[in-house]
Every structure is written in structure tokens, then in C-alpha cells.
T-cell receptor, first 112, second 111 residues
Framework: NAGVTQTPKFRVLKTGQSMTLLCAQD?????MYWYRQDPGMGLRLIHY???????AKGEVPDGYNVSRLKKQNFLLGLESAAPSQTSVYFC???????????FGEGSRLTVL | SQQGEEDPQALSIQEGENATMNCSYK?????LQWYRQNSGRGLVHLIL?????REKHSGRLRVTLDTSKKSSSLLITASRAADTASYFC???????????FGGGTRLMVKP
């Protein structure tokens, strides 16, 4: 039982490159979230999904896109990476709204 | 903007002492949660307290909630070196769809 798995764990990009972060969960949770964590800023919500085929914007959605084609997967895409997107990205899941969140181990992204 | 703000930002204590962290928030909530994050790891849920509860216990953890003051506190009793971590409070800002997190308290427990 892996829980919430994020890939890749580390990535270095050049400004303007694109990439996709994958979050996979085996808990059959409906809700999935993408957060970014920056020093001193806590976690900020980028996008979230309340079920397969749905997505919604969070607090800081600009520069990111997401897709939830399958219930178990939530993808976060950066179409044209910028240095301001250097951060640690966390995926989280929830069986319902604002219950206990289950987090992945994080994906550390550096944009040069 | 951050809904929850933890205080202090950093706390250093000796093993065996108690650690108290506070969280203040701005708007009405349905529940407040506390999470722990070890260095380089994901967050782990510790405890959830609902708006109609005033106090909750889980092992060495005690959480209080004062909705009139819009504040919560997390008390870790008889701390251990393994309690060294960052602690975050989270509130359901939009009452249903998402949690917002504070900046966290970095706790160091010295052996």
C-alpha cells in the first residue's frame, strides 16, 4: 500500500522548459490537491480536484495546469517554467472535503 | 493570503520539557487541523478539532480551540528528540473545498 506517490522527486529545468509532475494514489480518495511550499510561506494551494474529470483553481494557479483523467492520478504541468516556480511541490489526497489530508513525499523543482 | 499564522516561528527546548505552539486565524472555520513535517518529508496529520469542540487529546498531544479568539494551541508534553519537526495548523478557509496552511513552527528538541 503505497499511499500517495509523487514522481519525479527531483528535477532541474531551464527557464522556458515544460514538465509534468505526477501524483498517484491507491486510497480511492475523491479529492486531490497540489500545493507548493516555499521557505517561510507555508503551503499554498495551486489546484485541486474533487473527482475524476474535475479540476479547480486554488490560491496560486497562474503558470500551472492540471488534469485528472483517472481517479487515481492528478497531474501538474508547467508549460513554460520560470525561476519563481522553484519550490517543493506536494500532492495530497482526501476522502472528502477538508478532512485529513494524506501527503506525498514531495517533488523538489529547481528552475534555472 | 495565509489563513492561519503560527507562533512562535521557531522553538528550541530540552527533551522532557513541554512545547506549546499557537495558531491564529482570521475567519470562521468548520475545523482546524495540525500537521507535522519532518525535514525533507511530506506532512503528516496529527489531529483535527471541530469548531464545536474546545479541547482534544491524542497521546502526548493536546489541542485547544477558542473560536471567540480565533486561535488554537498545540501542546506536546514530555517532548522527545524525535518530536523535532515543523508543525503547521490548517483551516478550512472556504468551508468545504480546501485547507489553508500557516507558515509553521519549527520545533527543535535537544537531547
Amino acid at each position: 500500500n503505497a499511499g500517495v506517490t509523487q514522481t519525479p522527486k527531483f528535477r532541474v529545468l531551464k527557464t522556458g522548459q515544460s514538465m509534468t509532475l505526477l501524483c498517484a494514489q491507491d486510497m480511492n480518495h475523491e479529492y486531490m490537491y497540489w500545493y507548493r511550499q516555499d521557505p517561510g510561506m507555508g503551503l499554498r494551494l495551486i489546484h485541486y480536484s474533487v473527482g475524476e474529470g474535475t479540476t479547480a483553481k486554488g490560491e496560486v494557479p497562474d503558470g500551472y495546469n492540471v488534469s485528472r483523467l483517472k481517479k487515481q492520478n492528478f497531474l501538474l504541468g508547467l508549460e513554460s517554467a520560470a525561476p519563481s516556480q522553484t519550490s517543493v511541490y506536494f500532492c495530497a489526497t482526501d476522502y472528502g472535503p477538508t478532512g485529513e489530508l494524506f501527503f506525498g513525499e514531495g517533488s523538489r523543482l529547481t528552475v534555472l | 493570503s495565509q489563513q492561519g499564522e503560527e507562533d512562535p516561528q521557531a522553538l528550541s527546548i530540552q527533551e522532557g520539557e513541554n512545547a506549546t505552539m499557537n495558531c491564529s486565524y482570521k475567519t470562521s472555520i468548520n475545523n482546524l487541523q495540525w500537521y507535522r513535517q519532518n525535514s525533507g518529508r511530506g506532512l503528516v496529520h496529527l489531529i483535527l478539532i471541530r469548531s464545536n469542540e474546545r479541547e482534544k487529546h491524542s497521546g502526548r498531544l493536546r489541542v485547544t480551540l477558542d473560536t471567540s479568539k480565533k486561535s488554537s494551541s498545540l501542546l506536546i508534553t514530555a517532548s522527545r528528540a524525535a518530536d523535532t519537526a515543523s508543525y503547521f495548523c490548517a483551516t478550512d478557509l472556504y468551508a468545504g473545498n480546501m485547507l489553508t496552511f500557516g507558515g509553521g513552527t519549527r520545533l527543535m528538541v535537544k537531547p
